[in-house]
T-cell receptor, first 115, second 114 residues
Framework: GAVVSQHPSWVICKSGTSVKIECRSL??????MFWYRQFPKQSLMLMATSNEGSKATYEQGVEKDKFLINHASLTLSTLTVTSAHPEDSSFYICRIYRSSNTEAFFGQGTRLTVV | GESVGLHLPTLSVQEGDNSIINCAYS??????FIWYKQESGKGPQFIIDIRSNMDKRQGQRVTVLLNKTVKHLSLQIAATQPGDSAVYFCAERPPSSNTGKLIFGQGTTLQVKP
């Protein structure tokens, strides 16, 4: 099956800086990827749907200028948290979708801590 | 956005016992459901799935039951082991989703006592 690689697994950054998180589909060309955020002891909240070659679709309440998504190739989607603040500290997870297979695959997640 | 921003309920079971984790889903027209297991600090891991035209599906030590009448999904784990300790989420695919969009349930923390 498809394998997803998410990098970095954890990152600590200072307030006001930007952080880029990568999500790679290692053996499958993923036209659609999803980005989730998860706060401690809570469920996964969908942030946006990343579409290869087009603009991402953001969920209501998610600031597209703050959470920049780029899906320039069929194997890579990136999420950039711009001007990070402590309240952006969370666990960010990507997921790839494969239309020919109803299973969905998640990355390992990135723990972001903004200090 | 999707998801429920509530703290997760906890189910505590003795090693060797069977576990039943429940989930209420939101859309009566959802056609596909998945159970995921998430260990601390890791991404969710696929456990088992079921389509809406079925009411039961079995895997290795796990069984998923679907009751569409009351929009209820359950995950049964037989002979629960310490390695089963994790958070379990159900997810549903709404009928309008042609991109694989999934809505996640609240989640349940499973604690297995040795």
């Amino acid at each position: 099956g498809a394998v997803v690689s998410q990098h970095p697994s954890w990152v600590i950054c200072k307030s006001g800086t930007s952080v880029k998180i990568e999500c790679r589909s290692l053996d499958f060309q993923a036209t659609t990827m999803f980005w989730y955020r998860q706060f401690p002891k809570q469920s996964l909240m969908l942030m946006a749907t990343s579409n290869e070659g087009s603009k991402a679709t953001y969920e209501q309440g998610v600031e597209k200028d703050k959470f920049l998504i780029n899906h320039a190739s069929l194997t890579l989607s990136t999420l950039t948290v711009t001007s990070a603040h402590p309240e952006d500290s969370s666990f960010y997870i990507c997921r790839i979708y494969r239309s020919s297979n109803t299973e969905a695959f998640f990355g390992q997640g990135t723990r972001l801590t903004v200090v | 956005g999707e998801s429920v921003g509530l703290h997760l309920p906890t189910l505590s079971v003795q090693e060797g016992d069977n576990s039943i984790i429940n989930c209420a889903y939101s859309n009566s027209a959802s056609d596909y459901f998945i159970w995921y297991k998430q260990e601390s600090g890791k991404g969710p891991q696929f456990i088992i799935d079921i389509r809406s035209n079925m009411d039961k599906r079995q895997g290795q030590r796990v069984t998923v039951l679907l009751n569409k009448t009351v929009k209820h999904l359950s995950l049964q784990i037989a002979a629960t082991q310490p390695g089963d300790s994790a958070v379990y989420f159900c997810a549903e695919r709404p009928p309008s989703s042609n991109t694989g969009k999934l809505i996640f349930g609240q989640g349940t923390t499973l604690q297995v006592k040795p």
